[in-house]
């Protein structure tokens, strides 16, 4: 089976400072990763995917995250933050064959201080 | 395009009284998905539907907890008797199965917060 561990449970940081988010997986299979954004009271809205080709990929609101498959991480980024992207941030996968089952880490919550 | 359509977006009940949630999922998505997200946790899946077939419920807690998607578009998820354990969000997705890479992109609707008092 497959399993996700964000290795932050809380990320402060400034507004317009950088920011990234730590991601590591484990599965003995091949594996879609995700990463889902969930503002207060919301739902979860896609941020970003990685099915195929390119390890970098680029998401909504300027987030992007690198596939690296040796380091079975899936790190999320952005470059310069706003107030808005205060959130938690869910990293999952399933994987492409079997159970096909999305798991989910634990989230991050990220706030940005002004 | 409308998204994932859940309802009521919060429910307080008392112990051992029934509750339902409801979920229209996104129009042509054959593949429907109830997650439980306790608080400062991710979501766990309940139970998929596969249109009307229920192809994964190992996870759904079959003494008080039932499903249904029973035309393969909108499905209730239904507590009987609710446990104050059951205090959680109830997230429903969907995605649009079949082949290909895109097929397991799942959307999420906004959720239903249930207190149990």
């Known amino acids: 089976a497959q399993s996700v561990t964000q290795l932050d449970s809380q990320v402060p940081v400034f507004e317009e400072a950088p920011v990234e988010l730590r991601c590591n997986y484990s599965?003995?299979?091949?594996?879609?990763l995700f990463w889902y954004v969930q503002y207060p009271n919301q739902g979860l809205q896609l941020l970003l995917k990685?099915?195929?080709?390119?390890?970098l990929v680029k998401g909504i609101n300027g987030f992007e995250a690198e596939f690296n498959k040796s380091q079975t991480s899936f790190h999320l980024r952005k470059p310069s933050v706003h107030i808005s992207d205060t959130a938690e941030y869910f990293c999952a996968v399933i994987t492409i064959q079997g159970a096909q089952k999305l798991v989910f880490g634990q989230g991050t919550r990220l706030t940005i201080n002004p | 395009e409308a998204g994932v359509v859940q309802s009521p977006r919060y429910k307080i009940i008392e112990k051992k009284q029934p509750v339902a949630f409801w979920c229209n999922p996104i129009s042509g998505h054959n593949t429907l998905y109830w997650y439980l997200q306790n608080l400062g946790q991710g979501p766990e899946l309940l139970i998929r539907?596969?249109?009307?077939?229920?192809?994964?419920d190992s996870q759904l807690p079959k003494d008080r907890f039932s499903a249904e998607r029973l035309k393969g578009v909108d499905s209730t998820l239904k507590i009987q008797p609710a446990e104050l354990g059951d205090s959680a969000v109830y997230l429903c997705?969907?995605?649009?199965?079949?082949?290909?890479?895109?097929?397991?992109?799942?959307?999420f609707g906004a959720g239903t917060r249930l207190s149990v008092l």
């Open positions: 539907y596969e249109n009307e077939e229920a192809v994964d």
């Open positions: 990685y099915l195929s080709g390119s390890t």
């Open positions: 997705a969907s995605s649009l199965g079949g082949q290909g890479l895109t097929k397991n992109i799942q959307y």
């Open positions: 599965s003995s299979v091949s594996v879609y």
